[in-house]
């Protein structure tokens, strides 16, 4: 019965909710959702079980045993492999998948995710059991990927209106702006940042490649300071680093094109030849957004360079630890931007 195999999947997600400390809005798409798509990977049963049935029903109507084939079209052996109250039904797996991935990005904590399957090989952290991550940082790296972490912006849901940050930012104190934009955790995202820019300089030097990381060029248009310069005798990358906000302020993509426009600049160019010779030189940007999802480039040119997908993978875990170091910052610090509540001093 459909009841039954309902109430396997609450009985299934209210465990999780448990061992994970998860909030009891949790969307339930995030459980059921394929671990490229953004979610855990648990099977819903009240999903598959009807569609398993139908698939055998299939089979046997396809025997060359024509008294099976027979058989299987009576209505008393058709009856036994219909599930009673069943609503939905697929034909096959990859149609589950694409109901569960639609539904958790439809979801607003799970929205951010839509790019999340355009790199799917990172991650699987998600499922496999890999010791790069304690179970304590698994859990709130879950948190922050699913949007689920608390803050004020999701405990005023259902109110007339979401509070303002109260480091005195003038924005709503959602996870987005705590990672993303608070000066609460400006020092935390830098050392986010600096932290993935050291661990693409040492795999690329790893694989045979000279870097310089974050020289300055004085240009007639400005200051450039790229974070990594990689040269070989031939080739001459210009890479930086940069880890944006999810789906919702715009694709990776944008800033990734950004990056290149800000650097594709002839003196740059010229200054860079001085210190890493004469070779044919790029400008690449490499973008992670703050959910730990890759932009599908970046990992293209990871991977070009000769950057295992091991480490691919712990680049993304790397930005999701960052993250939740920035989240548990903003709640352990107090300190309040006067300039942006009324110019007062600190004395006051």
């Not at 465990?15 to 809005?25: I, S």
């Not at 790069?132 to 912006?153: D, H, S």
């Not at 680049?315 to 931007?337: D, P, Y």
Request: hydrophobic fraction near 35%.
């Amino acid at each position: 019965h459909q009841y039954t195999l309902r109430e396997c999947d609450k009985c299934v997600r209210r465990f999780l909710r448990e061992v994970l400390h998860l909030p009891h809005d949790t969307p339930v798409s995030a459980f059921h959702a394929c671990a490229k798509d953004g979610g855990l990977d648990i099977d819903c049963f009240e999903s598959l079980v009807p569609m398993y049935k139908w698939q055998k029903l299939v089979s046997l109507e396809e025997v060359p045993d024509n008294l099976v084939r027979d058989l299987s079209q009576l209505p008393a052996i058709r009856k036994r492999f219909q599930l009673k109250g069943a609503q939905t039904s697929f034909n096959n797996r990859a149609e589950y998948r694409v109901f569960w991935k639609n539904k958790l990005l439809d979801n607003l904590d799970g929205f951010g995710l839509g790019e999340a399957a355009d790199v799917p090989q990172v991650h699987s952290w998600v499922t496999d059991g890999s010791s790069l991550l304690t179970g304590e940082m698994y859990i709130k790296c879950l948190k922050i990927r699913w949007n689920v972490w608390p803050t004020a912006a999701r405990a005023s849901r259902g109110r007339r209106q979401a509070p303002l940050c109260d480091a005195g930012c003038r924005q709503i104190e959602g996870l987005g702006h705590i990672l993303q934009q608070c000066n609460r955790t400006w020092d935390k995202r830098g050392a986010r940042h600096d932290r993935i820019v050291e661990f693409v300089g040492s795999q690329v030097e790893r694989l045979g490649f000279n870097v310089i990381k974050e020289k300055s060029f004085a240009t007639p248009r400005g200051h450039r300071r790229p974070d990594l310069i990689i040269y070989n005798k031939d080739r001459v990358w210009i890479a930086d680093v940069t880890i944006c906000a999810d789906r919702g302020a715009g694709p990776m993509a944008l800033a990734r094109d950004n990056k290149i426009k800000y650097y594709t600049d002839d003196d740059l160019a010229t200054e860079v030849a001085k210190v890493a010779g004469p070779g044919a030189q790029s400008v690449v940007g490499l973008v992670w957004n703050w959910r730990g999802c890759c932009e599908k480039k970046t990992d293209e040119w990871l991977k070009k360079m000769g950057v295992p997908i091991e480490s691919r993978r712990l680049a993304s875990v790397r930005v999701l630890e960052g993250s939740v170091w920035c989240a548990e910052v903003f709640r352990k610090r107090t300190g309040i931007n006067f300039a942006q509540v009324g110019g007062r001093n600190r004395s006051e």
